[in-house]
């Protein structure tokens, strides 16, 4: 078989576009080597706290988790972290109650060091305090802020105020 010009120039064309897949391929992605990637995943809340009352415990067994302390009723309690960019994360907090599914979310960069991934706000509300983080090592998700997400106690009446100045801790495990 002879190859015309036709041919050598289809050849080189495909020959190019394999090449240029190939070397997109090997490019590495920030979401997947920055440093949210390390801090990114799914948590198991154990604890919720408001104002020093535990709301809502679960205990790590040898079968899975068991029930704690309930107040608010809640099931199915989670956090999930997902890399948006090499230093920044959504956090995800889910909860169902009565069949019906929350969420809340929020954006935060982080910061790499010896022991934790620390978390900051990137949107801040100059009257609210924020410390998050997990245990780089421990894999334990440990968030405290002034008005965070309050849920209410079972059988109380609405919503509470989000702009309440009371301290919320959410203590999780990493589900891995």
């Known amino acids: ?34 440093v949210a990637a390390g801090a990114a995943g ?30 608010i009723g809640v099931t199915n309690f989670t956090v999930a972290l997902d890399v948006t960019d090499a230093d920044q994360l ?10 019906l599914r929350s969420t809340v979310s929020k954006e935060v960069s982080v910061k790499l060091t010896n022991s934790d991934y620390q978390f900051y706000l990137l949107k801040t509300n100059a009257s609210s305090a924020y410390e998050g983080r997990v245990g780089r090592f421990s894999g334990f998700f440990y968030e405290r802020s002034e008005g ?23 203590v999780a495990q990493s589900a891995k």
């Open 42 to 71: 799914r948590y198991i809340v154990t604890a919720y706290i408001v104002s020093d009352d535990t709301l809502y415990s679960v205990r790590k067994g040898s079968a899975g988790y068991t029930p704690g302390i309930n107040k």
């Open 148 to 170: 965070g997400l309050l849920i209410p106690l079972v059988g109380s009446p609405g919503t509470p105020n989000p702009s309440s100045s009371k301290e919320v801790v959410i």
């Open 1 to 34: 078989m002879k190859l015309t010009a036709i041919h050598i120039n289809s050849i080189s064309t495909l020959c190019f576009l394999f090449i240029l897949a190939g070397l997109h391929g090997c490019q590495s992605s920030d979401r997947l080597t920055g």
């Open 90 to 99: 959504t956090i995800q907090t889910d909860y169902w109650r009565n069949g």
